[in-house]
């Protein structure tokens, strides 16, 4: 009895000592230093907050952020001297974060600490912190050659304990996606199990299947990793970074809840897959000259148009590439930055600080930039500012939401564009699918059907009627065509195709382009008039990319109508 007598007089003495020392910080608080008091053993932590600052700087200046709200972090401190306040204020405003200084504990502070340790972040707290080693990913790589590798390595691990299971599964996952190039990773919980999927080439593979309480634990961890809440139910997006050889891999990653529970897919942007040379697009020569003769110049409209997911972005970053030049200044305005850009200014789109693409545009425009790329042309107001930035010297590249080349003008004429100023303003649209290039090692001739034949013919005739050169295409309209489909081996992870081209067409503002303008024409009617300049169009760009072996009649057909012209 006397041992539990001992054991509550302690207990009550380190609560007595606890509540002096409370009591004493919140004097010291309100009549030494003028700061706000807080007591964290009555509040909880956020763990959102965490992320400001390291384990290894809270405890080492004696600080522990634990709170965030908007851009509001609020920051407990020990001892708040005038130098630690100004060195914490400057490190968070490098976060774009305003810190709210509280005085706080040792115990307050103790308790914020310990929660870096629950969250297995103490080594790298950090937003973009990432536990998952290089040198780990590089490791598994070695081992992944194809999809069936990852499905193998992963089933292997589902076999042992459950000791850091979950961390070894997500370092399979990620180094072989990263190793097979795919684009991204996407987790979807169904009824009773969970799929996971690769986007090869931008094309969704199965890879294999988890049961549930592997998703829920897979689902909390990237949660951690990508700076996103735990518990929250509703849609979120997050991010984190790898260090691959040299060069950080970006990871975006969106959560969406469904019917069993939050679909999850983490994009991977490599730095690599946009570094594609300007020849290697796949703009057939008498377009890529037409191309570099016009981002050549001092200034200009330069539109892109096509779907989401056909490599508009990419084809842009490459004219930045193809012009740059240490003595001319580049900003962009996108939304999001993706991928860096060396020696391109980049800023992004932050709608809650009101900064649209229409007034970053006028903010970059005060800057007296030579050349300008906006992520995209959403409204009239946008559409407006870099139609005049076009007219004021400035070389603008942009993207546009239409089918088709011939598209862009009735589009920005809808979004209010004066027409008669449009004249003089826009010098190229271009419009670009893309498309799976048939693997080398493995592709096949294929029979031709009557279909694909009358279709092929058509398209061919009508190249002959505009005047355009078909040997000069490596195509000869007196023999029997020759298709080519996919097959499949180890090399393209049995798909039958590896990597991806660009289909394109575009409708120079010529003489006749500019007389048309200013009377509203139809897309018919511009398309009319631009078969004369010479340029392939679309249906012909994909009938030359397909009679040479680079793709199939199937792969064409799926982004353009070969029917219709």
């Given amino acids: 009895m006397a041992d539990f007598d001992d054991e509550k007089q302690n207990k009550q003495l380190d609560d007595l000592h606890k509540s002096e020392e409370e009591q004493l910080v919140a004097m010291l608080a309100e009549t030494k230093y003028g700061l706000p008091y807080v007591d964290l053993s009555r509040l909880g932590i956020d763990n959102e907050a965490l992320r400001s600052i390291s384990l290894q700087d809270a405890m080492e200046m004696k600080v522990g952020p634990f709170k965030l709200s908007g851009k509001n972090i609020f920051i407990a401190v020990r001892s708040p001297a005038e130098e630690l306040l100004t060195k914490l204020k400057k490190d968070m405003e490098g ?7 509280y005085m706080a504990s040792a115990a307050s502070l103790e308790k914020i600490w310990n929660r870096y340790k629950e969250l297995s972040m103490a080594e790298n707290s950090q937003i973009g912190g990432l536990e998952i080693s290089s040198e780990i990913l590089r490791e598994t790589a070695k081992n992944i050659k194809n999809l069936q590798d990852i499905e193998k390595l992963v089933s292997t691990e589902m076999e042992k304990s459950q000791t850091h299971k979950i961390s070894r ?11 097979i190039k795919a684009s991204d990773i996407h987790l979807e919980p169904e009824k009773d199990r969970s799929r996971l999927r690769l986007r090869l080439d931008g094309v969704l593979q199965d890879i294999m299947f988890f049961n549930l309480d592997t998703y829920h634990l897979l689902n909390s961890r990237i949660k951690l990793l990508s700076g996103m809440k735990l518990t929250s139910k509703i849609a979120q997006d997050g991010r984190f ?41 796949g703009v057939e020569p008498y377009l890529l000259g037409i191309i570099e003769a016009e981002i050549a110049k001092p200034n200009g409209l330069i539109l892109v148009t096509g779907p989401t997911g056909s490599g508009k972005t990419t084809t842009l970053y490459a004219f930045l590439r193809k012009i740059y030049s240490p003595d001319i200044k580049m900003i962009t305005i996108e939304d999001p930055v993706e991928y860096r850009l060396a020696g391109v200014t980049q800023t992004q789109v932050n709608l809650k600080r009101d900064y649209s693409f229409a007034e970053g545009l ?14 995209e042309i959403r409204d009239g107001e946008t559409a407006e500012i870099s139609v005049q930035a076009s007219l004021t010297g400035h070389m603008v590249f942009s993207t546009l939401h239409t089918n088709n080349a011939a598209g862009a003008i009735p589009r920005l004429t809808d979004l209010g564009v004066n027409p008669k100023i449009m004249v003089s303003a826009l010098s190229l649209s271009i419009a670009q699918r893309l498309v799976r290039k048939l693997c080398p090692d493995c592709k096949k001739e294929k029979p031709v059907t009557e279909d694909e034949t009358k279709i092929l013919k058509s398209i061919i005739d009508g190249m002959k009627e505009e005047g355009k050169d078909l040997a000069k295409h490596n195509i000869n309209p007196d023999a029997p065509f020759k298709l080519f489909t996919h097959a499949g081996c180890e090399k393209c992870n049995n798909t039958g195709f590896k990597g991806r081209i660009g289909i394109f067409e575009a409708i120079k503002t010529d003489e006749q382009i500019e007389k048309i303008m200013p009377e509203n024409p139809s897309e018919r009617e511009i398309k009319k008039i631009a078969k004369t300049q010479g340029i392939l169009s679309m249906r012909q760009d994909g009938l030359v990319k397909m009679l040479n072996g680079i793709t199939s009649y199937d792969e064409v057909q799926s982004v353009v109508d070969l029917k219709e012209e």
């Fill in 241 to 281: 970074a790898i260090m691959e050889e040299g060069e950080e891999l970006s990871i975006r990653t969106s959560l969406i809840p469904g019917s069993y529970g939050e679909s999850i897919v983490m994009r991977i942007l490599d730095p690599k897959s946009i570094q594609i040379g300007f020849e290697e697009l």
């Fill in 362 to 375: 006028r903010s970059i425009l005060r800057q007296d930039p030579d050349v300008i790329m906006v992520g």
């Fill in 169 to 179: 599964l997500l370092e399979i996952i990620l180094a072989g996606a990263i190793a």
């Fill in 95 to 101: 976060q774009n974060l305003a810190p709210v200084f």
